[in-house]
């Protein structure tokens, strides 16, 4: 029989609702994967609804928790670690540590860094550390990131005058360490207005994915998190980095399509799950080159 993967997922929980981890742990289990979340953060709701309670770990805590699972001698079945909203950089460094532990124990443990800056125009961002850390640190150690357009522009410096642009952003990140990036989100003059554009570029090649662009009154949070989770997951189960994808690109769709039938402000997860484990909808990855 198969083995069944184990996800290390070190991100935000919200009590009510669902972001970070209370956004992708559901739907990685409900694909396949056996997932350890490690709560960076416990908040009553997601920051974009402006106030909430709650409480952030300390930076230590995580090697802390990372140690307790190597004395049980579990850490070696570890196959995989996903970082996601970062505090501070001094959270990063924490998470980099747990991780080089990891890899010690587990030499083909997969790094998925989030490089989550937030919307800077939704009110909410990172300090200016945090986004040096992930450019220069933590690009150093992941095997894949997953930024955002915006995140991108971050890292570039700059904002993109054309697709090719966006493709030569992400090859310009890909040449710091990982051996992918996904590009969870594009924009740029010229996008089509009716469609929700993806990038994945590896050095063996890159791809392009659109799927048709929803209305949401209000958009929805946590769909970055369902992206990236879901990405390693399939990656875990052994997809190619092009299938896992597409399977990503379909399964979110779905969720999102499901939320806006419910005309809800949180992610439909629990309704969705059937289709997240197996999408109705398929969009092709068509390959892209400068
Ligand atoms: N098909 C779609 N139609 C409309 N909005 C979408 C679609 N897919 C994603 N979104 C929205 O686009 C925004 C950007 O998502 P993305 O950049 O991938 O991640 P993040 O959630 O980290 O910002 C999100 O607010 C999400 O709700
Ligand atoms: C607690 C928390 N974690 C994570 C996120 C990131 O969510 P998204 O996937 O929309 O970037 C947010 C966004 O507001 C949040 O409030
Ligand atoms: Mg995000």
Redesign the pocket.
Known sequence: MKRTPHLLAIQSHVVFGHAGNSAAVFPMQRVGVNVWPLNTVQFSNHTQYGQWAGEVLAPHRIPELVEGIAAIGELGNCDAVLSGYLGSAAQGRAILSGIERIKAANPKALYLCDP?MG?PEKGCSVPAEVSDFLLDEAAAVADFMCP?QLELDSFSGRKPQSLFDCLAMARALLARGPKAVLV??LDYPGKPADG?EMLLVTAEGSWHLR????A?PR??????DL?SGLFLARVLLGDSLVAAFEFTAAA??EV?LETQACASYELQLVRAQDRIAHPRVKFEATPISL
């Open positions: 989550v919307h955002n969870k989100h929700f799927r048709p662009l929803l949401f958009q929805p949070v946590g769909v970055g992206t979110v769709h999102l």
